[in-house]
């Protein structure tokens, strides 16, 4: 007699389709010829929204989540504060999350015992970028250290060694032009690390303009797909520019951060000059809010396990 009243498939039957997972939609993204896109989000709230709005990729951007955590994007936040928000955005949402790994948060051990658990926590990848431990953020100050490119390397190898599925994609950050150590050694440490086993290179620079990742694209040519963050030459580059230069995927690093700074001191401000909440005119409806989190879906599941639900009468 069976005691099990349940209609289940059997397990192999329900198994994802193997690449259909997160990982292997990025990766096929990375590897498409059509330009893709990343939204910064750096909390739940901000992973399912972007994701509402259509978003195929979400940054898990380290400037932002430790902005919004209250603490420098120094490496102030320990790696398990971090993932623990990287996990949040990740069953907030169902595409894939590209997590900002600094520089490894160490040496090459630090960096693969991260790199696994990010995939853990359900990551599509992990960049990791060439500098030294604790890193300073891109756009801070002059002085950007680089860790010496074979420890780089070494240390994209212990990563790529500890995956589990085959199609995580470790992005491969190379700050030299941050650093101003010229076009040449950008190229190059691309190169090494290309060798070395990553699956894509992410290009920055903080200039104004576009021209060094215009250049850095036309030398690199098509030996891995390029990763941009265009936080400083984006109002003065026409996206199309990027498309022209066969770059993959642009991320959009800390846009939705900076958004809810400016909106919440505005609203701050508002409000303790007034002593009033009337006459804001930007807040979001809750009926927003519930929408969003999907208030509804409790009532439903009520009705699915208790049969004297009235919604079953
Ligand atoms: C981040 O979002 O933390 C980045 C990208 O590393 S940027 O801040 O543009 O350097
Ligand atoms: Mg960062």
Known sequence: ???????????????????????????????????????????GLSARIAQAEGFRALWASGLSISTAMGLRDNNEASWSQFLQVVELMADATSVPIVVDGDSGHGNFNSARRFFRKAEQVGAAAVSLEDKIFPKMNSFVGTEHELAPAEEFCAKIRACKDSQQDPEFCLIARTESLIAGVGMREAIDRAEQYRLAGADAIFIHSKKQVSDEIVEFSQEWGERLPLVIAPTTYAATTPTDIFRRCGISTVIWANHSMRAAFAAIRQTCREIRDTESVSHLETLAPLSNVFDLLDYD????????????HPMNG
Do not use: K, V, W
């Not at 059509?34 to 750096?42: D, N, P, R």
């Not at 879906?297 to 049969?307: D, G, I, N, Y």
């Open 1 to 43: 007699m069976s005691i099990s009243t349940r209609t289940e498939s059997p397990e192999s039957a329900r198994q994802p389709e193997a690449g259909s997972g997160r990982p292997g939609r990025f990766r096929r993204m990375l590897a498409s010829p059509e330009l893709s896109f990343a939204m910064e989000a750096h909390d």
């Open 297 to 308: 879906e409790l009532e439903r599941a009520e009705s699915r396990f208790f049969t004297d």
